[in-house]
C-alpha cells in the first residue's frame, strides 16, 4: 500500500487530526537575528529575523522539535515549516534563490519525524503535508488603489514559483500537498497548475485515488461578510477549484472555530471531497495575541463534530500542541464525515 492508499484509508477509519500553528510555536524560543542565519547568509545585507521559513537551514532541530511536539499531542498530518515558501515570498529578504532549498529540508525534517512517531506506534501511521502559503502579492486585487488594473504578480510568475516550491515539497519526501489560507482563488488556481505541471513532469497521476499525491486545498474566510479576501462566498470558492480531484477542501485562519461555523457547514454540506478545518484559537485581542484555551477551542470544534462536518481537524494561529490534544480527544468520539471516496476526482 502506497502512502497515498493509507492516507485515503486513515480518513475512513478516524478524523485525522492536523497539527497547529508553527510561528506561535517559534515565538516561545525567542531567537535573535543570529538564529536565522546560516554560516552562508553570515554577512547577508538584509535583516533575516522573522523569516521563519528559513529556520529549517538555519535551527533544523527548533523546527523538528516542533514537529515532535504537536506528533506527541497527536498529529496525524504535520505540515511542513514553508509558509512563505516561495522565491516570490523571500525575495522580500533577497532569498528568492534559496527556496528549492528551503522546501526541501523543511519536508526532510518533516518526514523524519513523522517516520520516527509512525515507527513507535504503526497503527498510527504519520503523514507530512507539503505547506503551500498564499504569497504576499495577490493576482486579482491592486495594491494600488490609484491604478485598480494595476496587479504586482502574474499568473505565470505565482505558477512558475509554485512549480519550484511543490518539486522541493515532493523531492523532499511529502505525503500531501496542501495550498493554504487562500485569500485569493486566483492565486490558488495557479498553485494548482503548477501542482499538475510538476505532477506531469514526475509522472505522478493527479488522482489520490489512483496513487497520486493527495492535494489539500484551505481558503480563509477573512471576516463577517463570509467572503474571502477576492470577493468570493465559500460556495463560490468551492466551484472555483473543483475542477481538480482534490483530497480535500477546507477553511482555515482569520476566525476562530464559532465563527467558521456557518462556512464550514457549507462546504460540508457541498463538497464532494472531505472537509477540514483549521481556525485560530479564537479572534486576537488588541494586542494581536490569541487568548483562547485549548479546552475552550476543544468545545467550540466540537460543534463541528457533533455535526458530522469534518473529516480532517487541526488547528491556526495561537494554536499549541496543547489545542491540539484536547482537540484530539474531543475528535476520537466521533466518526468522520460521510463522503463518498469514489467522488474525489470526478468531473
Known amino acids: 500500500m502506497n502512502r497515498s492508499e493509507l492516507l485515503i484509508q486513515s480518513s475512513q477509519q478516524k478524523i485525522l487530526i492536523l497539527d497547529g500553528a508553527m510561528g506561535t510555536m517559534i515565538q516561545r524560543y525567542r531567537l535573535t537575528e543570529e538564529d536565522f542565519r546560516t554560516p552562508a547568509l553570515q554577512d547577508h545585507p538584509k535583516a533575516l529575523k522573522g523569516n521563519n521559513d528559513l529556520l529549517s537551514l538555519s535551527r533544523p532541530e527548533i523546527i523538528k522539535a516542533i514537529h515532535e511536539a504537536y506528533l506527541e499531542a497527536g498529529a496525524d498530518i504535520i505540515e511542513t515549516n514553508t509558509f512563505s515558501g516561495t522565491s516570490i515570498a523571500q525575495a522580500d529578504y ?17 518526514k523524519q519525524a513523522a517516520e520516527a512517531y509512525t515507527l513507535k506506534d504503526p497503527d498510527k501511521p504519520r503523514f507530512v503535508a507539503g505547506a503551500i502559503g498564499p504569497t504576499n502579492r495577490t493576482a486579482s486585487i491592486s495594491p494600488d488603489v490609484n491604478d485598480p488594473g494595476y496587479r504586482a504578480v502574474t499568473f ?26 487562500i485569500f485569493d482563488t486566483l492565486n490558488a488556481k495557479a498553485a494548482l497548475f503548477a501542482i499538475q505541471e510538476v505532477f506531469e513532469e514526475k509522472g505522478i497521476p493527479l488522482s489520490p485515488e489512483e496513487g497520486g499525491v493527495p492535494v489539500m486545498i484551505s481558503g480563509t474566510i477573512t471576516d463577517a461578510s463570509g467572503r474571502t479576501l477576492s470577493g468570493q462566498t465559500t460556495e463560490a470558492f468551492l466551484i472555483s477549484v473543483s475542477h481538480v480531484p482534490l483530497f480535500s477542501i477546507g477553511l482555515n485562519c482569520a476566525l476562530g472555530a464559532k465563527e467558521l461555523r456557518p462556512y ?84
Open 94 to 110: 533577497g532569498l528568492a534563490h534559496l527556496a528549492y532549498d528551503i522546501n526541501f529540508e523543511s519536508a526532510r525534517i518533516a
Open 156 to 181: 505565470d510568475q505565482l505558477s512558475e514559483a509554485y512549480q519550484e516550491q511543490v518539486r522541493g515539497l515532493l523531492d523532499g519526501g511529502s505525503d500531501a500537498l496542501l495550498v493554504e489560507t
Open 264 to 347: 464550514l457547514k457549507v462546504l460540508s454540506e457541498n463538497a464532494p471531497f472531505l472537509v477540514s478545518a483549521y481556525p485560530n484559537a479564537g479572534l486576537p485581542n488588541e494586542f494581536g495575541q490569541y487568548d483562547q484555551g485549548a479546552e475552550e477551542m476543544a468545545d467550540q470544534v466540537e460543534e463541528f463534530l457533533k455535526e458530522g462536518f469534518v473529516n480532517i481537524l487541526g488547528g491556526c494561529c495561537g494554536t499549541t500542541p496543547e489545542h491540539i490534544s484536547a482537540i484530539a480527544k474531543a475528535a476520537a468520539k466521533y466518526k468522520p464525515r460521510l463522503v463518498e471516496l469514489e467522488k474525489i476526482g470526478d468531473d
